[in-house]
T-cell receptor
Framework: SQQGEEDPQALSIQEGENATMNCSYKTSINNLQWYRQNSGRGLVHLILIRSNEREKHSGRLRVTLDTSKKSSSLLITASRAADTASYFCATDGANYGQNFVFGPGTRLSVLP | DTEVTQTPKHLVMGMTNKKSLKCEQHMGHRAMYWYKQKAKKPPELMFVYSYEKLSINESVPSRFSPECPNSSLLNLHLHALQPEDSALYLC??????????????FGAGTRLSVL
């Protein structure tokens, strides 16, 4: 089945630095989404990028999508301690029967 | 109101117990989901209800039984669980089944421990 896979698995940076997380997947998709999860809580939707889009911005977030490489990246600029969380990409498969699948996630720690 | 409410927040049950998890949303969403999440792992899709009908069952054991009484409510009935079923159970909803409307809104989850 298709699956998003993130790297790095864990990332530790200082406040004010930028954080980049990558996601790869295996099959054709309709869209790719990024979610954030604070420890032990529900997920919060951050941004959705459609398969015909290459880049999207939302506040301090920048997402790119390269369908030829089946990969996406999430950039968080000017990180804050409050950005500390796990970040997951999720893919919605283009073919019938391909369900919503989350990648393994990147655990981001932003140190004050 | 963009809230998905899950109850209870925590649940401890024995392997012979029967319990239920509840999920509620009042956003008018027509798709609702159950996920299971183990520690340091991504959520794994269990069930999807679309317009109150079960549309996806990801080969989940029959000891988990979903129910959608109406468009706002989703239950997960638990019976004869195993210790490996201990996990965070997340409920989510989305506007509809159309691909561009499937941004999911998640509840805070029920942390289940099976003894």
């Amino acid at each position: 089945s298709q699956q998003g896979e993130e790297d790095p698995q864990a990332l530790s940076i200082q406040e004010g630095e930028n954080a980049t997380m990558n996601c790869s997947y295996k099959t054709s998709i309709n869209n790719l989404q990024w979610y954030r999860q604070n420890s032990g809580r529900g997920l919060v939707h951050l941004i959705l990028i459609r398969s015909n889009e290459r880049e999207k911005h939302s506040g301090r977030l920048r997402v790119t999508l390269d369908t030829s490489k089946k990969s996406s990246s999430l950039l968080i600029t000017a990180s804050r301690a409050a950005d500390t969380a796990s970040y997951f990409c999720a893919t919605d498969g283009a073919n019938y029967g391909q369900n919503f699948v989350f990648g393994p996630g990147t655990r981001l720690s932003v140190l004050p | 109101d963009t809230e998905v409410t899950q109850t209870p927040k925590h649940l401890v049950m024995g392997m012979t117990n029967k319990k239920s998890l509840k999920c509620e949303q009042h956003m008018g969403h027509r798709a609702m989901y159950w996920y299971k999440q183990k520690a340091k792992k991504p959520p794994e899709l269990m069930f999807v209800y679309s317009y109150e009908k079960l549309s996806i069952n990801e080969s989940v054991p029959s000891r988990f039984s979903p129910e959608c009484p109406n468009s706002s409510l989703l239950n997960l009935h638990l019976h004869a669980l195993q210790p490996e079923d201990s996990a965070l159970y997340l409920c989510a909803s989305s506007q509809g089944s159309a691909r561009t409307k499937n941004i999911q809104y998640f509840g805070a989850g029920t942390r289940l421990s099976v003894l």
